[in-house]
């Protein structure tokens, strides 16, 4: 292999997340695979057996990404030394805003019964980088763990849902009275 040139199993891996983010697991082929990836269909079977496994491998390179993406997020809070919920809602609005990250969440949420018990997992480990990421802004701000649920709960549906189901347009949540709840909540048990 030339040096500098990907991998055709990355190769394919990416082809196949542009594919996931636009047609979900199900609209999928692998035909669709070798074509965005420009390889051959023994090549994408010699390096993934399945569907299932492609989407695997897939996965766990949104993982890796957003496991380190989190982490210099964070870092960053951490040096300008940011309020409690200027930073709490800038590393929900960056989780929310990645195409790949939303396109695991559609397919797990929207199409559960097609995966197994390690697919499930897998997306358990992406949920857990950003419950870990925000467990860690609170410890920083010596944050109560007893508000964890609170915020977790009203960030997800003002920042997450509304990404996931754009045409769910019922939220009257803003980032304004996000932030004045968070730092009313924050504030009153602290």
Request: include cysteine; proline fraction near 3%; aromatic fraction near 10%.
């Amino acid at each position: 292999m030339a040096r500098g040139r990907p991998s055709k199993k990355g190769l394919i891996a990416d082809a196949a997340l542009n594919l996931f983010q636009v047609a979900g697991y199900q609209g999928t082929s692998i035909d669709q695979v070798v074509l965005e990836a420009g390889v051959s269909k023994p090549t994408v079977y010699s390096n993934y057996p399945s569907k299932q496994l492609l989407w695997q491998e897939v996965l766990k390179q949104i993982i890796e990404r957003s496991k380190a993406e989190l982490d210099g997020l964070i870092t960053q809070h951490e040096q300008c030394r940011d309020v409690f919920s200027q930073g709490w809602i800038d590393i929900w609005q960056h989780w929310s805003n990645a195409k790949d990250r939303l396109a695991a969440y559609r397919i797990h949420w929207g199409e559960p019964h097609k995966f197994s018990e390690e697919d499930s997992t897998l997306f358990a480990q992406l949920e857990l980088s950003l419950i870990q990421t925000l467990q860690r802004w609170m410890a920083i701000h010596a944050v109560s763990d007893s508000h964890f649920f609170v915020l977790f709960a009203i960030s997800r549906e003002a920042f997450l849902l509304p990404k996931i189901n754009p045409c769910r347009n019922d939220s009257k949540l803003t980032s304004e009275s996000i932030t004045a709840l968070i730092d009313s909540l924050v504030q009153q048990n602290n």
